[in-house]
């Protein structure tokens, strides 16, 4: 069968994947063909909206390297990204929620002690952060991994700064015999997310803005226990209402302590999981 019709033409594409395909390959893309065919079929795309379309994800491409990851940032901003951990990390009644990674993780941050500076040399409002990290039954976990990041009082990850070679504002700690993990930093600031690319000029054209509420990163892991990505905002930020990225949830939100002056406290729990 060769003339094929608006409507044919989906049965076929999904008749080429072969028996040999991996079983959930197969799956995957016969749901996404089924999909984008009708996707076409439902807003009647021209050739022209098609061909802009295919630019679009060129431009996106050539905006990717080893420090920015434009197709997290279209992810992000369409909110397939926290849909994708909504169904990864269902999570429970008192577990610590989840939220996404973001695209400025970065393996191998610098070792800081308990009692450490995640910012030194960075001015800005500082914070006391002090937390535990429990089992789901309230047990302290000794051990704990934790990796912390987040911008600069203006807006930036050490990663937009200068070379873009040296880490600041982030670092990994290790929770003592009580669970326990602190150190010092800076008050993080709402920023926007890069907009100079693709992805910023889809907001534009969506009358959408790029901002995210300020926040700390957190990835929690421990043997034994299911690890947690996770951002804890700052109570009060303008922008907790529409995060670009749609990462903010109600348990998440934290008070820093007062908003006037020049220290702030930051305390909070975070309840792993058990490993089934």
Avoid at 12 to 32: G, H, K
Avoid at 65 to 87: H, N, P, W, Y
Wanted: with cysteine.
């Amino acid at each position: 069968m060769r003339n094929f019709t608006e409507q044919s033409i989906t049965d076929a594409a999904l008749a080429r994947i072969t028996p040999e395909c991996d079983p959930r390959l197969r799956e995957v893309m016969t749901a996404f063909i089924r999909h984008l065919h009708d996707f076409v079929r439902e807003t009647r795309i021209t050739q022209e909206e098609w061909l802009k379309g295919i630019q679009f994800l060129t431009e996106c491409g050539k905006f990717c390297d080893d420090k920015r990851q434009e197709f997290i940032l279209l992810s992000d901003t369409l909110g397939v990204s926290m849909l994708v951990d909504a169904i990864a990390n269902p999570g429970g009644p008192g577990i610590t929620e989840s939220t996404v990674l973001g695209p400025f993780f970065r393996e191998n941050p610098p070792v800081v002690p308990n009692g450490g500076d995640l910012a030194p040399g960075v001015a800005g409002r500082r914070v006391d952060v002090d937390c535990r990290v429990t089992s789901d039954d309230g047990t302290p976990i000794a051990g704990a991994q934790i990796d912390c990041w987040q911008s600069s009082p203006e807006g930036f990850y050490d990663s937009q700064i200068g070379d873009g070679e040296a880490h600041n504002l982030r670092g990994r700690l290790t929770s003592d015999k009580d669970g326990r993990f602190w150190f010092h930093t800076t008050l993080p600031a709402a920023y926007p997310i890069p907009d100079d690319g693709p992805v910023g000029a889809l907001l534009r054209a969506m009358g959408r803005h790029p901002m995210r509420p300020g926040h700390l990163h957190f990835w929690v892991q421990a043997p034994g226990h299911r690890q947690v990505i996770t951002h804890l905002f700052v109570k009060g930020d303008a922008y907790l209402e529409s995060d670009v990225v749609f990462g903010v949830k109600d348990s998440l939100v934290v008070d820093f302590g007062p908003q006037t002056g020049p220290q702030h406290t930051m305390r909070y729990e975070f309840h792993l999981k058990k490993a089934a």
